[in-house]
């Protein structure tokens, strides 16, 4: 028997399981049958005589029922896997110590010293070395020496469970994991171990010991994360939450700076009370501008920082309108004032603010006590004109007089202008205040109107025509195309009378006079043209009024005047849907090393997709107009296109698209997109070994804070399994001295019963 | 030729210079319309121009004097969108036409003061324009208007609506989209402000005289003033003002 290592006890009986389990059952009754009839005994001790002569014959009979036997057997172990995890992140790539290896060359090293351990336990489990990026691939010490690291993220969970699966390629069953990593995971894990993560490591089934791999000794500074909105609203505040998270910078002050695209929004300064610290800090401010902006948030970079990359951080903010706020000053109420009002009111996406001129300086109001008889409010020109102009999206100004010093806006000219030219947009309507009519000296929004004062007002009614310009324009587009937008025009009622002006030079004239002509030229009635980043109106004219009511006096309902005025808002508010050409960068913030995408769409001047419109996109430093990349594209049927741009460097940039059909051009569109510096994966130098003592914790491991360790304190699985290779029956029960006892034992319990009288 | 200079014929001349400027046309001026009808329509012509006398003197509104009859089926009632109608007895019944356009022209924008000139309260004028006005505006009844209404503090603070008399308190208002497009004084309040022919006052306000008189003007300009201005004086800017006053 030297050649089987165990034996184990067997039954070697022929008969089946249910016929052996009812002759046991039979047996069994057969004692317990005896043993009642015995019952009455009145001496003890032959009665206990009897039970034991009866239960001793009973094993005797079960013992040759059983046929019971020895197995003898070869059996050998099989070895289980053991999963040494190593992180293949960026992050790895950081020096364990200032001008020391790398993080991964330390774990190479570590390997090397390990390696005699490992034999040592070869026979016993399998060592499979992976690394993760975060699909688990082979890897040996010689690859973590030659291959630096590059994946940029760490998914410590979604290593563990891949293991747990069983991929890489190992088939034995798991006894134990070894992780070695730095511990900055930015996926499942990135706020510690807790919830559902936390749940499946704890029923993991195998013991994960890890291996902090670095130093928490670097010294670094880094805006660690920044949360802000995906869009904010123009014109209304918008905060961004900053982390800036310093390693050895206890006791030090630096500046955290909020650009957009280059120009400084605002700078904080904080204070670091510890050498690992993370301190927030909020910047709050007010985008003055709808449209899709790079802001950066960066700190200094300091000598001997283990990651300057990390130094700063970009995001794109999308700045759109909640609803348009829009101020109406009145020269004095009258019909137009009254008309336009009451479409501004019923409009849901305006929030209309307004200041009419109820009475001059020479009007007698007849109340003894002003101030409590009448509702009047002093006008706040300077207050709405000076410290909240930038609060408007849109400012109409009807017929406005500048005679009354009171009431005068002579002062504001400038404030006017740099609202303008800073993105606001202006209405100036005109009357008999205005222009040639009007008596208060120099008009101050002169400047900026598309229109000059050509001389006194034309006063005979006419019907406003529309002109090659405006047959295009989406101002005056009130039908469905040129010919039904025409009609429509050429439909409403006459207008009494307007002020002769003259368009300056770069202005789009889109209504003019039939007869009534300046310069030889038909009189401009409706005239718009850009200023800055800011658009103007003139309607030269007071009886727009007459396009609304008067217009329903033959009893067919028009909605024209509701449709003029609600284009021409969205035209001087630059609503993205009145544009022929869209450009949107997509994804608006790219991680480095990745292409821009620019999405174009190209429409016509009627609004209609342009299919094969040219399209070009250039890209350009948001901060120093250097341009870094240009694309051209055909747009497709519907009239879009998606070009990409090689991967700049980090920074904010600008993406402009230009489009022409035909030879004409179709207008030009621009986006923003941030290049990051860093994506998650270097943002953060530090070594969190915290999160690998969680992790071991949680699934009975051992946690070791470097490298250095011996094998046998990282807690195994025993392998579990045991394979037989052959085995060999010996049966217990074929003896003769067996078969003596039992025929003994019959024997004496009949004498025994003869004598005490039971036979 | 002789040149009779009656009080209307200097009233005009006085407020004349400063509108005729350079106005384009009715279209810049705040010109009523006066209703004609088969009854008595015109016997508040004089309280319409006083109104606009007022309005020019008092207030930045821009006016013409002279109201422009009109008939209540005539398409030309659209270029005037403050429409005056009263008579001193019953309202004729209106023609379906000049129901059906006065219903597009209070639909579309249009405002109408109505002004019981018999003062009546149940007959006579009252009785016959509320009929009518139920077949303009069916769907719209006339109800009180509150007293924190605008149209109270349109221009003067007020709280009361007095006329040549003081029957009602309350004005009246059929409201079109939240907009009272309808007026309604049963105290015939430019009876108040009507002239004769010699330039004397053709009724003494009852029971409050000359005061009653100048309380009866301010609602008038205040009602002209809600035609040209809707619900301005709501605006958030001007409410802490505005109940500081109350106060």
Known sequence: MESFDTWKLVSLSPLPAAALALLVTALVFGVALACWGVRHEAQPRRKWLLWTLRLVGGVCALFFLLEPGMRWLQVARVKNRVAVLIDRSASMGFPVSPKGPTRSEAVAQALEALAPQLEAQKERYAFELYGFDPELGPVSADTLKAQPPTASRTDLFAALRAVQAGQGGGSRKLSGVLLFSDGVDNVDLAQGLSGRPRAVLEKFGVPVSTVAVGKGSLLD?????????DFAFVRNSVSADVDIHARGFKGQSVQVVLRREGQVVGTQAVTFTDDDDTKPVRFTFTPDQTGRFVYTVSVPVFPDEAVVENNVKSFALKVIRDRVRVLLVAGRPSWDERFLRGLLKQDANVELISFYILRSTTDVSGALNESAELSLIPFPKDEIFHTKINTFDLIFVLNFSNEDPQTALTYFQRDIEAYVSNGGALAYLGGDRSFGEARGGVNPLDSVLPVTTAGSAELE?????????????????????????????????????????????????????????????????????????????????????????????????????????????????RDPDLTTLSVAADPPSVEPGRPVAVVVGARTADYQPAPGASISVDLFSAEDGRVVGQATAVAGPDGTARVELPAPPPGAYKVVGRAEKDGKPLGESSDAVAVRAVGPELSDARVNGALLKEIAGAT???????????????????PPLVEVGRSKDQPLWDRWYWLTLLVLVAGVEWAVRRRFGYI | MSRSFTRRAVLTAAVGAPFAASAFGDASLFVPALAKHAGRWDARASGLRRLAWELQKRTSVEVALEARPLALDSPRLFEHPFLYLSADGELPPLSAAEVENLRRYLTFGGFLFADANDGSDGAGFDASFRRELGRVLPQQPLTALPSKHVVFKSFFMLDSAPGRFLNKPVLEAALVNKRAAVMYSQNDVLGALNRDESGTWEFEPSPGGSRQRELATRLALNIAMYALCLDYKDDAVHLPVIMKRRR
């Open chain 1, 221 to 229: 500074l880094a805006v660690a994360n920044v949360q802000v909105d």
């Open chain 1, 461 to 573: 009614s006419f019907q406003a025509r529309l002109t090659a310009d405006g047959l295009r324009h989406p101002i005056t587009a009130l039908g469905t195309g040129g010919l039904s937008t025409e009609a429509v025009w050429s439909g409403l009622p006459k207008i009494p009378g307007m002020n002769l002006v003259r368009a300056k030079p770069g202005a789009t004239v889109l209504l003019d006079h039939p007869f009534a002509t300046v310069d030889g030229r038909n009189a401009p009635l409706l005239a718009i043209q850009e200023v800055g980043r800011g658009r103007t109106l003139t309607l030269a004219t007071d009886g727009a009024w007459y396009w609304a009511f008067p217009s329903h006096a033959e009893g067919a309902p028009t909605r024209a005047y509701e449709r003029f005025w609600s284009n021409a808002i969205r035209w001087l508010v």
């Open chain 1, 700 to 718: 009975g491991g051992a946690y070791f804070d470097s490298p250095s360790f011996s094998l046998s304190d990282v807690p195994l699985l025993e």
